[in-house]
């Protein structure tokens, strides 16, 4: 595995190499991570990964600086998934002057949800994602699932730019007690990692509510986050959302079942397709 720190050596090393599969991260990463390089690597002729912790996406009261850095595993684990080129750039490389221009995404998408939880964040996430894909030039860019609204939001910038990308899904993956593998779930203790699960059958409930004919959908999520609520959880939000755009549901759509709460100091995040 080729490793580029620059802009440049990315480049250099992507010489002659056409129809890059490009998977962005922050590094600290899991089996969820490693599954998106592999599924990236039979869709181009050579497998990209990036590691960057994108000082635009932490809110004022979030601790970039505590953000984990797992340098020398994230290394060894890309490459035994076949990734052939990894961009690290330092900050100061990507960022070579505060970056003014900035990629603000439609409110109707961006300020809900994970938006209205986080001011702002969807905007770092959409500019340094754009110029990430100005560095590498991928053809295919793999982003999962677990960040549901993520991969809605980038797959509207990519078709509004024209950008000659094709952003493939990847599914989410899960513990065996369903958990969605996360990077911040080495933040839980030992009691919460058991009760973790909880979020993920809070949506299993509520689609098996929809799915026997449930249609008081605010009544379904407000029970939904009670039940939660009275387990110790801190909800930001539990509910049933368009697939394509996340917006409130009319009959007939295809529905994703959305949630992000707090246990402990930890917020987890999961949603689930019918």
């Known amino acids: 595995m080729l490793i580029a720190y620059t802009i440049a050596e990315l480049r250099h090393h992507l010489t002659g190499r056409n129809g890059h599969a490009f998977v962005p991260t922050m590094g600290n990463l899991h089996d969820g991570h490693l599954a998106l390089v592999r599924q990236a690597k039979p869709l181009g002729e050579a497998t990209v990964a990036s590691i960057f912790v994108n000082r635009l996406q932490f809110l004022p009261h979030e601790d970039f600086d505590a953000y984990p850095r797992t340098w020398a595993s994230d290394c060894e684990k890309l490459e035994a998934a076949g990734c052939d080129v990894l961009f690290a750039p330092r900050e100061q490389d990507l960022y070579p002057e505060p970056q003014v221009y900035k990629v603000h995404p439609p409110?109707?998408?961006?300020?809900?949800?994970?938006?209205?939880?986080?001011?702002?964040?969807?905007?770092?996430?959409?500019?340094?994602?754009?110029?990430?894909?100005?560095?590498?030039?991928?053809?295919?860019?793999?982003?999962?699932?677990?960040?549901?609204?993520?991969?809605?939001?980038?797959?509207?910038?990519?078709?509004?730019?024209?950008?000659?990308?094709?952003?493939?899904?990847?599914?989410?993956?899960?513990?065996?007690?369903?958990?969605?593998?996360?990077?911040?779930?080495?933040?839980?203790?030992?009691?919460?990692?058991?009760?973790?699960?909880?979020?993920?059958?809070?949506?299993?409930?509520?689609?098996?509510?929809?799915?026997?004919?449930?249609?008081?959908?605010?009544?379904?999520?407000?029970?939904?986050?009670?039940?939660?609520?009275?387990?110790?959880?801190?909800?930001?939000?539990?509910?049933?959302?368009?697939?394509?755009?996340?917006?409130?549901?009319?009959?007939?759509?295809?529905l994703v079942m959305l949630g992000a709460a707090r246990l402990g100091s930890t917020r987890l995040i999961d949603n689930l397709e019918m």
């Open 107 to 254: 409110a109707e998408l961006a300020d809900i949800l994970e938006g209205h939880s986080r001011p702002g964040f969807f905007v770092g996430v959409c500019t340094v994602v754009m110029k990430l894909f100005a560095c590498v030039q991928p053809s295919v860019a793999v982003f999962g699932k677990k960040d549901y609204q993520q991969l809605m939001i980038i797959r509207r910038m990519v078709r509004q730019f024209a950008l000659p990308i094709h952003i493939v899904a990847g599914e989410t993956c899960r513990a065996d007690d369903g958990l969605a593998l996360a990077s911040r779930n080495g933040f839980l203790s030992a009691d919460e990692r058991l009760e973790a699960a909880q979020l993920f059958k809070a949506l299993q409930a509520m689609a098996a509510a929809v799915r026997a004919g449930a249609t008081g959908i605010a009544k379904l999520e407000l029970e939904a986050m009670a039940a939660l609520s009275a387990r110790g959880w801190k909800p930001d939000y539990l509910t049933v959302r368009r697939q394509n755009d996340l917006q409130v549901p009319t009959p007939g759509d295809a």
